[in-house]
């Protein structure tokens, strides 16, 4: 070894002792730095006036690291909202600095797990991050009072030990858990959609979708100061879906790609697993394939389309285009695989449309 390598090395092993002696300093400085950076911001605080939608969770109940289960805010001026409410959404709601205390209401579109099962923490990050005094509003067919109910139930033992630990100033116990709010939808069969909200200048439509043998099962649609967005929730091809649709700016779309299903299909058949294969083949007759998704998107006149709910998982974006499968032959308008931290903008009084990140990790 020449001398000069001789010397790199050392001063090398110099540097490696150096931070391990150093560890915890060196961590506490990026910890603070991450602090100081992060901590009590309010990303929504400079949004202009108008509808914005941020995707906290665009994945399924299939296993996906790269994505929370199924969640959508949806912000109206300052309103903050969420339609559905699955695993993982809250803590990327609060990764994105969207502040969970100001959350006013949630929408369920029906009560499969995955659209439900991150409720309890979304209940409680809600009370605790803004001191409320009301349970948080729960809006959903009927039904949605014994989901409610139910995680009032599981979570009441917590509620009672965060406010002896924290004080009623911080988790008031007035504030806990959730109330339901059911409402009636249009009988199947007909297009027709329902007013389930309606303040400030925000009315909330909730519309029958095709996810049989779940029923009842609904879609959403948001409109304030001239811009719409509509949240289709888990569907099958839909008519009534498209009627809702018409003449919104942004449609986020439930995607299954069954060719990419069928792989999977296959696969778990081979490794001697009929009951997960016999899963696979059973979840095709209630989704809506990118490209039937597509075809409805052009008929609705919607200039915007972004798939949610991603089925199969996509563990790398080179798979999009696999997932899209024909779809831009069917619709003329812009097309995005939805991810975790996407952030769509509909400024009042203009005919655009904005994106950003903001981040979950």
Known sequence: MTRGRKIALAVGVLVVAAMAAFQAQIGTAILRAAVGERAGVDATAGLPDGLHVALCGTGSPLPDPTRAGPCT??????????????????????LMNIPNGRIEAVFLTHFHSDHIDGLGPMLLLRWTGNANTSPLPVYGPPGVERVVTGFDAGYALDSGYRTAHHGAGVAPPSGAGGTAVPFAIPPKGQIASVTVYARDGLRVMAFRV????????????????????????????????????????????????????ALMHDALARRNQPGLAKVMRDILTYHTSPEVAAQEAQAAGVPHLVFSHIIPPLPARIMYPAFLGDARRYYRGPIMVGEDGMVFSLPAGSTTMGFTRWPVD
């Open 73 to 94: 805010v949806v912000i109206a001026g300052r309103h903050i909202f969420v339609v559905d409410a699955g695993e993982g959404g809250a803590r990327h709601i609060a």
């Open 210 to 261: 095709d996810h049989g043998p779940v029923d009842p099962a609904v879609g959403y649609r948001f409109d304030y100061k001239g811009r719409s967005v509509v949240i289709s929730g888990d569907t099958a091809a839909s008519p009534v879906l498209v009627a809702a649709a018409r003449g919104a700016d942004l449609l986020i779309h439930e995607g299954l790609q069954p060719k990419l299903v």
